[in-house]
């Protein structure tokens, strides 16, 4: 993530005082819940927030709900840059915009940097200073917004109240060392006095952080080590920057900013939780490591990324900036890989780069600001760390509005961008960096520095940069464990010979082209067309075919047929019974010397038929028994006696129990947008 703009993005007065014109809301709040969820096969999570004071927005709420992409669920995540951090008891100033996806609604940051403001109520000053107003107390912001908005409704002065306690004398001495990486499980010993005896739940030290001006970041419990008067053992968290560091008991007493700053050399992304992420290589399509796709579809407002050769050619170049400086570094991208018809990020295990469009639009998802968003989803088994099984890589498509902002400009261009442009290519290898797990640092001289000017360019690995990429790459070649069954994702060996030797898509493919198209016929099903070039030393071909989260199975085999050395083919298969709703088919190619390649990916979307039905009617045990389409899961349901009477209500599962109801004539009612129906059945005693 980068956020571009024509001067420094850092906070100030004037910017504040736009962000609050063309946002929904504004209030004080505090964070009192945090939860993840899925929307499709994403996960968002929801912060819930008290409000004690409103500014802005109609029919004031005590409770308010603002929600984010990504979050961790059980053993799966979704690690997203851009994406602020925010954790229960975190408090201040929100400046939020109206949410919608799918069937979401609710509120969101206005921007991804600096839409929140920390507030030390304690000291009424703010955590992350306004730069051209370093002095400004908190009684004067709200002088400010309320002249801007013309109102302030007091909710709850009580809990800014209670959180004004008696100062105590807190200080920091020293650090056993200031030189330290982010993320990467260093540990480092903090000395002083008046730390208190325990951390409770509140103590925490508190980093500079790296993607906030002047904001701290706070440390998930399980890094802290010890914790006594005098002395703190505690790991540098991910998203940690250069910068003092100030220690916090648990009743919120606050050190001074430390005299010394930490020197951060590079930030490692870790989940949400604090775990460090690896990059694998688990052989699961034979792409040795992470090979990228092209997103063609130009539905929905978007763009077809191979109708731009000016924006590959640049994408090209920036993946062999990579590859050159870090050897053995398995991303990937070249003609061979050819596109994929999809524009939104998801859990298929295929990697993307696309422009966003009107139903992924980096607006929204990512907040007005966002001009690049990096997607890494990873999932655990057992005891095994976090693995990348997807990395998704999504850019603002040129020439589309921003609110704070303005239209982006790209430069597409070897030369420097003029001064209103930003420069695609700095942008595509600041991406490349956070899909390595690079995170941002507050350096600026280096290629993952947070911000960037318009008109400026960031286009190559600095030394530190190249450390931390190192790093990662070592860490996940160390990271060996057995092959762990809890899935497919899972089911296959670690190879890190192959992981250290970078694969192009040309150098798998022995064929000169092979070209598979998909098109769906009545809505029932899809004819699929392949055509080869050179095809020489081919055993057999065979047609896969995956649904969303899925994996890849073969469905048919076709034999070659080639006739002389070098042969061109065409193929053509009718899949006669495709899954309802999304589609995604490939060809793998099966070569004499056992090697495998495979083609581009072809998406066809058929519309969902749904249906439900009864499977044991009559029921003669306490249990109802259903089988439906997968869109129906969670829709409410009413059961209704012979005589017109409401009898049970619920969701929709496959099995609901009955055992209430006595026997008799019932009917099952459903409703939703798409199918309304009633089904009766007898329950016998």
């Known amino acids: 993530m980068w956020m ?59 409770i308010i709900e603002i929600i ?59 955590n992350n200073p306004l730069l051209d107003a370093p002095n400004m107390t908190v009684p004067r912001l709200r002088q400010y917004i309320e002249r ?65 001006p002047g904001q701290s970041i706070s440390i998930p419990a399980i890094k802290y080590v010890s914790w006594s008067e005098n002395e703190i053992e505690v790991e540098v968290p991910y998203d940690a920057a250069s910068g003092p560091i100030v220690v916090r008991t648990n009743n919120f007493e ?15 992304l870790n989940s949400p939780k604090g775990n460090e992420i690896r990059l694998i290589d688990d052989e699961y399509d034979g ?43 398995a991303i990937y991208l070249d003609d061979a890989c050819l596109s994929a018809s999809i524009q939104v990020p998801s859990n298929d295990h295929i990697n993307i780069i696309s422009f966003d469009n009107d139903i992924w639009d980096l607006d929204m998802m990512s907040g007005d600001n966002t001009y690049g968003a990096v997607y890494l989803r990873w999932i655990k088994c057992g005891d095994s760390d976090p693995e990348v099984v997807d990395i998704d890589i999504f850019l603002r498509r040129d020439g589309n509005p921003n609110d704070v902002l303005g239209a982006v400009k790209w430069n597409f261009n070897d030369t420097l961008p003029k001064p209103d442009e930003m420069d695609f290519k700095s942008v595509v290898m600041h991406q490349l ?15 993952m520095y947070k911000d960037l000017l318009a008109g400026g360019s960031k286009r190559y690995l600095k030394e530190l940069d190249k450390n931390g990429a190192i790093y990662v790459h070592e860490q996940s070649k160390a990271y060996l ?46 004819q699929l067309d ?73 998406r066809v979307e058929l519309d969902e038929i749904l249906s439900l039905k009864i499977l044991n009617n009559p029921v003669l045990e306490s249990i109802l028994k259903l089988d439906y389409s997968a869109s129906l899961e969670g829709k409410n349901f009413e059961i209704y006696n012979s005589e017109g009477q409401l009898v049970k209500t619920g969701i929709v599962q496959n099995e609901i129990p009955v055992s209430g109801i006595s026997a008799g004539v019932y009917f099952f009612i459903m409703r939703s947008e798409n199918l309304n129906t009633a089904l009766k059945f007898i329950k016998y005693p």
């Open 4 to 62: 571009f703009i024509g001067v420094s993005y850092a906070q100030n007065l004037h910017l504040l005082q736009k962000q609050v014109a063309i946002s929904s809301m504004v209030v004080e709040a505090t964070v009192i819940q945090k939860q993840s969820f899925y929307i499709g096969d994403n996960i968002f999570t929801s912060y819930k927030l008290k409000v004690f004071s409103q500014y802005k927005g109609k029919d004031p709420k005590s």
């Open 433 to 447: 960096g956070h899909a390595v797990l690079l995170g941002h640092v507050k350096i600026d001289s280096l290629l």
């Open 287 to 329: 792409d040795f490591g992470y090979r990228f796709y092209l997103s063609d579809l130009t539905d929905n407002n978007g763009v077809d990324f191979t109708s731009l050769p000016e924006a590959t050619n640049i994408l090209y170049d920036a993946f062999a900036e990579f590859n050159n400086n870090l050897p053995n570094f």
């Open 148 to 212: 801007w908005t013309g109102q302030r409704i007091e909710l709850d002065s009580s809990n800014q109240k209670d959180i004004s306690l008696q100062y105590r004398d807190v200080t920091i001495g020293y650090v056993d060392t200031v030189k330290c990486c982010a993320g990467c499980g260093q540990i480092i010993k903090i000395f002083g006095s008046g730390f208190s005896d325990t951390r409770g739940d509140f103590g925490a030290v508190l980093f500079t952080n790296a993607n906030l």
């Open 481 to 526: 464990p057995p092959i762990i069954n809890c899935g497919y994702q899972f089911n296959y060996p670690r190879n890190y010979g192959d992981y250290d030797s970078t694969k192009a898509c040309s150098s798998i493919l022995s064929l000169q082209e092979i070209t598979l198209k998909a098109q769906k016929v009545n809505n029932l099903y899809v």
């Open 530 to 602: 392949f055509e080869t070039k050179g095809e020489q030393n081919i055993d057999r071909f065979e047609i896969q075919r995956k649904r969303v989260g899925g994996i890849f199975e073969t469905i048919s085999e076709l034999p070659s047929n080639i006739e002389d050395n070098h042969s061109d083919n065409e193929y053509s298969y009718v899949d006669s019974h495709p899954y309802s709703g999304v589609n995604y088919y490939r060809i793998a190619v099966f070569h004499e010397d056992n090697t495998i390649s495979y083609s581009n990916l072809a």
């Open 68 to 126: 984010k992409v990504g979050g961790e669920i059980g053993d799966e995540g979704l690690t997203v840059y851009p994406s602020i951090e925010l954790n229960k008891g975190d408090r201040g100033l929100f400046v939020l915009q109206a949410f919608h996806h799918k069937n979401k609604s609710g509120l969101r940051l206005l921007t991804s940097n600096n839409s929140f403001l920390s507030i030390d109520y304690q000291r009424q000053e703010l």
């Open 254 to 268: 606050q050190s001074d900013p430390s005299w010394f700053e930490m020197d951060v050399q590079f930030n490692i």
